[in-house]
């Protein structure tokens, strides 16, 4: 049994809580937040789980194996630390620090004290994200053309990171676990419409050496919520519409022929094939279930999660080559790597 202490009990610490509290071979030993008037909502529904203010009382409680942290952004650094320091496992949400500087130190500290180090990136661990992985990975869209998501809806603007942290970092960490592979430069355009707030629209272009691209449209300002990714391949094509309640995964026999038999130079040299669409079996059960199942087999056999460290940095790294661009406007960000891609 691995006893959990979860640090911000927001919007999205009840659904950890929940998971966790509903996962065989996890206890939620405690529950951590500023705000006394939450720790009370929590207590109605879990009146044998311990709350406090301090998280440090989660860190000081030796029966506490391992710490989930979802407060924003700006403390996830300090907490974290903090945890990995007294020993515990820890799952950090998404994204995972606000520099990469501090997700490498947090990297170090966790392999320093054979520690497990998860990222919440969500959408990983979806069957529909899972099933488009295994499509890609047995060649069966053949070359990856492109990505294309559009993820927009009214709100939640957030005060302290921007648009590209909240909604883009999906993108990112789905094009990680995708594409397998980094891409090479970043252009970003986007815009604060409100002064003094973060940017709340985004277009964001990722480049890759392989000749894939990569685009994600990113925005708080939408009257309609839209959540759908297209991948064209050279042999099929992929539509995925999250907010679809079944067949959210769509694939499409679909394609473009190009000839160059000289003897057709004058003719129409493209030919399209529209073929069958079928939708996948997905696995449907919640992605922080499986998820968390993740988290503590890791613990028990001390591997290295699907969404550790090194993919929660990749993404940090991504934000900041992002946020960079559209801080100039657009200009071309190179990404340069440090270390040599797992
Ligand atoms: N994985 C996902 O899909 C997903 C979805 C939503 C949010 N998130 C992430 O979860 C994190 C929290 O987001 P949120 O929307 O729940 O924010 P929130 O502001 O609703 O909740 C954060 C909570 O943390 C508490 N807190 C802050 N500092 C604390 C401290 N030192 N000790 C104890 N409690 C503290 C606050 O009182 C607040 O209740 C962010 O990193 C966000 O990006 C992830």
Redesign the pocket.
Known sequence: MINIGI???????PNLVRNFAETPGATVAGV????EK?LETLRRRYPAIKTTTD?QDLLRDPAIDAVAI????S?HFE?GMAALKAGKHVWL??PMTETSLQARKLIDEAEKRKRVLLV?H?FIYTGAIRKMGELIGSSELGRVYYYDSTRVNLGLFQRDVSVIADLAVHDFSILEFLLREHPVAVSASGINHFPGTPENLAYITLFYDSGTIAHANVNWMAPVKVRQILVGGSKKMIVYDDLQASEKVKVYDSGVNFTNDPAQIYQMRVGYRTGDMWAPKLDMTEALRVEGEHFLKCIENAEVPITGGMLGLRVVELIEAATSSMRGKGETVYIQRKEKIA
Do not use: M
Not at 32 to 35: A, G, K, Q, R
Not at 70 to 73: E, F, I, N
């Open positions: 640090i911000g009990y927001g919007y999205w610490g951590s937040d500023l705000d939450k998280f979802a407060t924003p952004v403390t907490l949400e998404k919440d969500t």
